[in-house]
């Protein structure tokens, strides 16, 4: 495992996710750990790369107003996108070097998602801390195991599948 070098800002996560608000869930990076060789081709040397991200839940949050407005929890499908979104991060390391143009010509889109278990409620006030690791790659297809939790308490498990495809292809995968 490689020394962590990599505490990205809001700005720094901008340049990488085209999200913005209000569906923009990552409000920073606090570790990538990356594995294998970063000069090799993704995905063959991604598998194992750890990424730690936080998500500052406010009550502010424009879903709260209707999820519920009795009783205020982080909608589930929400916790499984901040979870995505985290493990795009996995591709980070390998993109560094030429971030302006290669963050604009590849999209990290959900395929899948396996297993997803929801332990206990995600309130305003909590700090959403995700932890993800790549587990498996073929081909376009890329599988990151992830977990949140606050405050040391596991909240939510869940498997997810991306597919990593350049921007041209997009209209393909549509058609």
């Excluded at 990424?51 to 916790?79: D, R, T």
């Excluded at 993109?95 to 297993?115: N, P, S, Y």
Aim: charged share 20%; glycine share 6%; with cysteine.
């Amino acid at each position: 495992m490689t020394e962590n070098r990599y505490s990205l800002n809001i700005n720094q996560i901008q340049k990488f996710l085209p999200h913005r608000a209000p569906f923009l869930l990552v409000d920073r990076i606090l570790e990538i750990h990356p594995v294998g060789d970063l000069s090799a081709p993704p995905p063959q040397a991604q598998v194992g790369t750890r990424v730690i991200g936080l998500k500052s839940v406010s009550f502010n949050e424009p879903y709260f107003q209707g999820h519920f407005p009795n009783f205020a929890i982080m909608p589930g499908v929400l916790i499984i996108e901040t979870m995505a979104q985290v493990a795009s991060f996995s591709t980070y390391p390998a993109m560094e070097k030429d971030l302006d143009r290669l963050a604009k010509t590849f999209q990290c889109i959900l395929a899948g998602v396996d297993g997803a278990r929801f332990r206990k409620p995600v309130v305003p006030g909590d700090l959403l801390r995700i932890q993800t690791e790549v587990v498996r790659c073929r081909g376009k297809l890329w599988v990151f195991q992830c977990s949140a939790s606050v405050e040391g308490k596991t909240v939510a498990e869940v498997e997810l599948i991306a597919n990593m495809i350049a921007n041209s292809n997009l209209s393909e995968e549509r058609g």
